[in-house]
């Protein structure tokens, strides 16, 4: 089972990407999704979670009204769109599933990874 993020590249402050998560081998239909981000030199840390159903979404407050998660019909593709970027945004981010259908914003939570797409907001 492989993740692979895309969509990452140069940008603008102040302008948007989206983010796609695909994967081969299953759907993860019953599986939660998540963004996660990692910028030079520091912690990987959470961005955006999605439910199996769709139906529940969590941010890190950082990204609140600008970044949107969301999936279609429950599976994969999942999106991460992202709007009024900051340089601040610049990092890899990463694509996970979990073994269970609820958001969760531990990443040692989140059992498969894909490799990530770099993110570069310029000022």
């Known amino acids: 089972v492989q993740l692979q993020a895309s969509g990452g590249g140069l940008v603008q402050a102040g302008g948007s990407l989206r983010l796609s998560c695909v994967a081969s081998g299953r759907t993860f239909s019953r599986n939660a999704m998540a963004w996660f981000r990692q910028a030079p030199g520091k912690e990987r840390e959470f961005v955006a979670a999605?439910?199996?159903?769709?139906?529940?979404?969590k941010y890190a407050d950082s990204v609140k009204g600008r970044f949107t998660i969301s999936r279609d019909s429950a599976a994969i593709p999942v999106y991460l769109q992202m709007n009024s970027l900051r340089p601040e945004d610049t990092a890899v981010y990463y694509c996970?599933?979990?073994?269970?259908?609820?958001?969760?914003?531990?990443?040692?939570?989140?059992?498969?990874w894909g490799k990530g797409t770099l993110v570069t907001v310029s000022s």
């Open positions: 996970a599933a979990r073994d269970y259908p609820n958001t969760a914003v531990d990443a040692t939570l989140y059992d498969a």
């Open positions: 999605i439910s199996a159903s769709g139906g529940s979404t």
